[in-house]
């Protein structure tokens, strides 16, 4: 009875099943899959950052001025420490693919070390990320925000950026304080105040010669335009309209709320895929150690783990290359 | 993978290594001399590559091509694509790098309409 017996018909072709079309297991595959689709999920988010920063192309914040902090130290470091960061992932990404190497000669012990070795630099890293947005939200010299929404930063007559906490004339006697539900009507409040008002930055900078207001728009070399002493003045008194001290969602005191956005965004978004490779990588980590793959007779799972971790480090490199350089 | 065969050869044959951990070691050394040229770049910004070229300072085009050096050297090395067959390796990246392409191409183009809009006066930002 030829009919009963189990027969696809498809032995020996390679679509049939049972088989690895490309010569990748279905595991490979899949990842590939995911990656390809991530990969465009963060092309979508860096070209919509291309977008707004070519729509804005004369007044966009100069990455070497934002991120200029190094952690322990003091002073004006732009680069360093996001080189540094870079240097952690790609290295991490170096065991990791020394793990799969050792995976395919069955070496667990080493493994089991490289494995470890790329897990501390994902911490690493997650770590310098979270101290980088530490940084960013707390901000570091203030500004003045106008009407329309464009932010006002002080330099002195050299170009060098001058904090408001440096010339700022406190009112001793201001009387506005956070408006709390508690305090006022029970349906409104609003967020903590700013350290300076308006008016105390207006007079402290009448009262310092030497400052002048710095606008958003780059001149031709490149640079932020600077006002002239009766200009600066006229901005701030006329235009002024809150203090702006860090970063968050709506305003900061870098340049355009959208590069603040995006910069919370997509590095946010890398930052959360760090994390989840750090996730998965501790749990193959253990299944290494209890012997899983020892007893399956293949460390796969660690080169299919090994691709997300890749993927990741090559998403940063793009980041990098778009947030910190470009 | 069941049999183990990598490639050993970068750079089209230029350097040649005896193992594959070599060759990692080796990728690294090139990921890293890379970086480092971008981020000297970055800091000290020549006044030379701040020539306009095709509608970018020719540093930026610098640092993207880096890039993409780097990112190639990380899919084909650290990700084994080199290994895999050339089927795979075309699905994977042509199907990416042409969706982005396009998407680029369309965003950045539209951003750059929009930046005229504003900049020729039909729209008053500073109000």
């Known amino acids: 009875m030829d009919n009963t017996v189990v027969s696809t018909g498809t032995e020996g072709k390679t679509w049939g099943g049972g088989n690895k079309p490309l010569k990748a297991s279905y595991g490979k595959m899949m990842m590939w899959f995911f990656i390809v689709s991530d990969a465009l999920t963060f092309s979508g988010f860096l070209a919509a950052y291309g977008f ?6 004369d007044s966009w914040p100069i990455a070497d001025e934002v991120f200029t902090h190094v952690p322990f130290f003091h002073g004006n470091y732009p680069m360093i420490y996001v080189a540094f960061m870079t240097f952690v992932l790609i290295m991490s990404s170096v065991t990791m693919v ?8 069955m070496d667990k012990a080493k493994v089991t070390i490289y494995m470890f070795l790329t897990i501390i630099g994902g ?22 925000q106008t009407k329309g929404g464009n932010i006002l930063q002080f330099v002195d007559n050299e170009g060098h950026r001058v904090a408001l906490r440096d ?9 506005r304080v956070q408006d709390q539900r508690k305090s006022g009507i029970w349906f409104t409040s609003e967020g903590t105040l700013p350290t300076y008002t308006v008016s105390e930055v207006l007079h402290g900078l009448e009262a310092n010669e030497n400052i002048l207001v710095r606008t958003q728009i780059i001149n031709e070399e490149g640079h932020k335009t600077v006002l002239s002493r009766e200009e600066s003045i006229n901005q701030i008194k006329n235009n002024g309209k809150v203090v702006v001290e860090g970063a968050n969602l709506h305003a900061n005191e870098y340049g355009s709320p959208l590069f603040a956005d995006f910069f919370f965004f997509i590095t946010g978004f890398h930052g959360f895929h760090v994390f989840s490779g750090v996730v998965i990588n501790i749990i193959i980590f253990f299944n290494v150690i209890l012997g899983t793959y020892e007893r399956r007779k293949n460390y796969e799972m660690v080169e299919k783990v090994g691709l997300y971790w890749h993927f990741v480090d090559l ?5 990098f290359t778009f947030f910190y350089l470009v | 993978m069941a049999d183990h065969a990598h490639k050993l050869e970068i750079l089209r044959g230029l350097i040649k290594f005896k193992s594959n951990t070599q060759k990692i070691w080796g990728v ?17 910004k020549p006044a030379a590559l701040k020539a306009p070229f095709l509608g970018m300072k020719l540093l930026n085009w610098i ?7 780097k990112a190639y050297y990380i899919t084909w090395d650290f990700m084994h694509m080199r290994d895999e067959t050339k089927s795979l390796r075309r699905v994977v990246v042509w199907t990416a790098v042409f969706l982005i392409c396009y998407l ?21 930002t500073d109000f």
Do not use: M, N, P
Request: hydrophobic content about 60%; overall charge negative.
């Open chain 2, 63 to 69: 640092f993207i091509i880096l890039t993409i050096v």
């Open chain 1, 315 to 319: 998403v940063w490199v793009f980041v």
């Open chain 2, 104 to 124: 680029i191409f369309i965003l950045l183009q539209e951003g750059g309409y929009v930046f005229d809009v504003y900049h020729d006066g039909f729209v008053k």
């Open chain 1, 98 to 105: 020394l793990a799969v190497d050792a995976g395919h000669k």
């Open chain 1, 167 to 175: 010339f700022a004339v406190i009112d001793e006697h201001k009387e």
């Open chain 1, 123 to 144: 911490l690493i890293f997650v770590g310098s990320q979270a101290w980088e947005w530490a940084t960013f939200i707390k901000g570091d010299y203030g500004a003045v």
């Open chain 2, 28 to 44: 690294l050394i090139l990921l890293s001399i890379v970086t480092a040229v971008e981020v000297v770049l970055g800091i000290y």
């Open chain 1, 52 to 57: 707004s920063r070519f729509k804005f192309i």
